[in-house]
């Protein structure tokens, strides 16, 4: 298929622990997006990253692009029960289209 | 509007029958994209419209799925013949493409199919 892996599949941790997805391509790739969805819910655009080597900081979320533009991460710092939810990398292939392909997703649970 | 907005929110039908799915994207928006999500899943790319160009049917499972765009704006996700194992969330998403903020994805909020 077209998905790219994140791993992990699924990581619960108690609050207050920090947590880490990974998004992994064969491909060089021209950008990235990560995306939340809530239970129940849609996802919804967190973040873009374009240059390589780039990181951005959004609260207690940090998101890297790795420097050969093929893998990046989102680090969650003390994570809180809000941060539930499944996250999502969105790579940017460069083939013509500019199509968007969601990646496997890491189910996040915090528990209380 | 104010979204991206899907008709209906729940379907349930019989084995065998057609259906059809709306997106209406978000005025100005060029991008269309179509996704199937079952229960517990990621998000399985279906089609994906482009502007003008021809678009991108990689992702349709079978021949019994199709979907038109219509004047470059609604859009509409048909299956024929429905299975059982097409249930699901179906989730349609548009975005503007082209400058430094493009493809950005907004989600409607999807269409329950449960087929009986």
């Known amino acids: 298929g077209q998905q790219v892996m994140q791993i992990p599949q699924y990581q619960h941790v108690q609050e207050g622990e920090d947590f880490t997805t990974y998004c992994n391509s064969s491909?060089?790739?021209?950008?990235i997006q990560w995306y939340k969805q809530r239970p129940g819910g849609h996802p919804v655009f967190l973040i873009q990253l374009v240059k390589s080597g780039e990181v951005k900081k959004q609260k207690r979320l940090t998101f890297q692009f790795g420097e050969a533009k093929k893998n990046s991460s989102l680090h969650i710092t003390a994570t809180q029960t809000t941060d539930v939810g499944t996250y999502f990398c969105a790579p940017v292939r460069n083939t013509g289209f500019q199509k968007l392909v969601f990646g496997t997703g890491t189910r996040l649970l915090v528990s209380p | 509007g104010a979204g991206v907005s899907q008709s209906p929110s729940n379907k349930v039908t019989e084995k065998g029958k057609d259906v059809e799915l709306r997106c209406d994207p978000i005025s100005g928006h060029t991008a269309l994209y179509w996704y199937r999500q079952s229960l517990g899943q990621g998000l399985e790319f279906l089609i994906y419209?482009?502007?003008?160009?021809?678009?991108?049917k990689s992702g349709l499972p079978s021949d019994r799925f199709s979907a038109e765009r219509t004047g470059g704006s609604v859009s509409t996700l048909t299956i024929q013949r429905t299975q059982q194992e097409d249930s699901a969330v179906y989730l349609c998403a548009s975005s503007f493409v082209g400058g430094a903020s493009s493809y950005e994805q907004y989600f409607g909020p999807g269409t329950r199919l449960t087929v009986t």
């Open positions: 419209f482009q502007g003008n160009s021809a678009p991108d």
């Open positions: 491909t060089t790739l021209s950008n």
